[in-house]
């Protein structure tokens, strides 16, 4: 079994900033691939940013420049800094991770998510 627990949503102003975080735990051998991703209900989940274990990093266009991601190889886990917020940021923000587990299969694993709201 292979969890993966989001953390560090909240209320924030416009122009604020949030720091999320994200663990993934279990039955891990290793993970490439980490993912934020957000969703605001009745829209498609969308890319907000991406990293591989090798620290390579892709970014949706209307981040670029304002989020940051990281991750701690060690820690299983990965960091979206998210600075300039703006309004229609407001989502429920997901977390994955490509996961290569012990029993040698891959899967993609999912975070419950964290309100992420941003006030004007």
Known sequence: QVQVVESGGGLVQAGGSLRLSCAASGSIYSINVMGWYRQDPGKQRELV????????TNYADSVKGRFTISRDNAKNTVYLQMNGLKPEETAVYYCNADVLRLDGRTYRYWGQGTQVTVSS
């Open 49 to 56: 940013a991406s990293i591989t274990s090798g620290g390579t």
